[in-house]
Every structure is written in structure tokens, then in C-alpha cells.
């Protein structure tokens, strides 16, 4: 009897489910809305296991720019880390998201945090990556509050690097940590209609 999470297609087959981390943030144009339509997105895709509450978090990374609001979600589905940042890159294109300063100002921003591969026997395996463009676990999360408060929000047990992520946290500046702010549910928007101000 297969009682795994793998999925059998009507053929047969089994595809791997994978159980994967995203970061999602925003503070240029309507932030809260930006962040909202991935979340409505990842929905549409019947992929969504929790989502985080919608967070105000103060730029973190040295550069001068307004507050971010951020949400982490966790996927599960047959994705990979790898279509999920391919799906990511495709919102935050539509949203016209722009790369001009490295950690600066953007409309959008989706990051795979980490991923794990559900086997059908034992317990979920750690996917690794040192692919440059997909390097996982994420190389900065453990030290980003912005990432680790809402994480912590929906999967308090959770552990990044081999560390309980409410153990990262407190490493985290306690200047930056104080200043997040919580806002309230992601609300439910459109998947259709990207709120971006076309110009
Ligand atoms: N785990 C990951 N999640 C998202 N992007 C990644 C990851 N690992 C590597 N990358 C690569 O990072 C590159 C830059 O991404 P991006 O512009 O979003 O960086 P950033 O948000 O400014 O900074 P950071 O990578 O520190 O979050 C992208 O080309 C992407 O392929
Ligand atoms: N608070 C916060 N700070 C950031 C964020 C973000 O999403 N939230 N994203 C960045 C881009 O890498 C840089 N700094």
C-alpha cells in the first residue's frame, strides 16, 4: 500500500513531493497587494500547506529604502525547489520587479528558503543546492528576520542548518527584530490580476 505523500499518476507513476520554504516581500507599489497575488497564485496551483500572516519589517542589508512587507508560505506539491523559483521569477517579472541595487527597493521578491524531499519511507530529506542560482538552503535566511519571525509564525519546530529556527532568531539583531510589526491575514486577491500600475 503506498500511504507516502508521493503522488500516482493514472499511469502509474509516482512523482516525489516536495515540502518547500518561500520568502515573499515587496516595498515598492501596493506591497501589501503584491504580496497577496503569490499567495493567491500559489493557491490557484492547490500547492499551499500554511501561510504566514503579512509582517511590516524594516530593510534589512544596510540600504535606505522604506519598510518591506514580507509573508513566508509553505509549499507542497510535485514542484521542485527549482519550479518554484522559476514560478517565482515569473510573478516578480509580471510585476515588474527590477534588479538595480543589491538589497535595495523592489515591488517583488520570491525566495526558496529551504526544501525538503518527502520520502515514502522515513523522514523528509534535506535538499541541498550549491547551483549559484539556486543555492539551498538559502544562504542568508538564518540570519534575516524578516524570513525566520514569519516562518516561525506557522512551523515553530522547524530547523534551517541543522538549528531550531526560533534559535536563529534570537541571533538576529534585536534592533531589527523589534522593529516588525505585525499586520494581520494575507488578503484574498485576484491570481489574474497582478496589481501593478502599468506606465
Ligand atoms: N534560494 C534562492 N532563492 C532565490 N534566488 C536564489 C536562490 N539561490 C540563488 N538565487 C539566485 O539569486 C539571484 C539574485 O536573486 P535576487 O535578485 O532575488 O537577490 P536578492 O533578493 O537581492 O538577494 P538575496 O539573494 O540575498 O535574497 C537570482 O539570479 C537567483 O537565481
Ligand atoms: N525587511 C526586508 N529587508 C530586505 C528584504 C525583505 O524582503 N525584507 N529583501 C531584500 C532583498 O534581498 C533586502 N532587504
Known amino acids: ?51 504566514s500572516s503579512m509582517y511590516s519589517t524594516p530593510p534589512w542589508g544596510g540600504v535606505e529604502q522604506p519598510d518591506f512587507r514580507n509573508v513566508t508560505m509553505a509549499v507542497e506539491s510535485e514542484y521542485t525547489p527549482r519550479q518554484w523559483l522559476l514560478w517565482g521569477s515569473n510573478l516578480e517579472a509580471r510585476a515588474m520587479r527590477t534588479r538595480e541595487v543589491r538589497w535595495g527597493p523592489r515591488t517583488l521578491d520570491v525566495d526558496v528558503i529551504a526544501s525538503w524531499l518527502l520520502a515514502d519511507d522515513g523522514g523528509p530529506l534535506d535538499v541541498f543546492s550549491d547551483d549559484p542560482d539556486l543555492l539551498l538552503p538559502h544562504p542568508r535566511a538564518h540570519e534575516r528576520a524578516f524570513v525566520l519571525t514569519p516562518w516561525l509564525e506557522i512551523e515553530p519546530h522547524a530547523r534551517l542548518h541543522g538549528r531550531p529556527i526560533d534559535e536563529l532568531l534570537a541571533e538576529t539583531r534585536a534592533d531589527e527584530r523589534a522593529a516588525i510589526r505585525l499586520i494581520g491575514p494575507v488578503p484574498d486577491v485576484d491570481p489574474d490580476q497582478p496589481p501593478v500600475c502599468a506606465e
Open 1 to 51: 500500500m503506498n500511504s507516502g505523500p508521493a503522488h500516482t499518476s493514472p499511469l502509474g507513476f509516482s512523482a516525489p513531493m516536495y515540502h518547500t520554504v518561500l520568502s515573499l516581500g515587496s516595498n515598492l507599489g501596493d506591497s501589501e497587494a503584491l504580496v497577496a497575488w503569490v499567495v493567491a497564485n500559489a493557491r490557484q496551483l492547490g500547492s499551499v500547506k500554511t501561510v
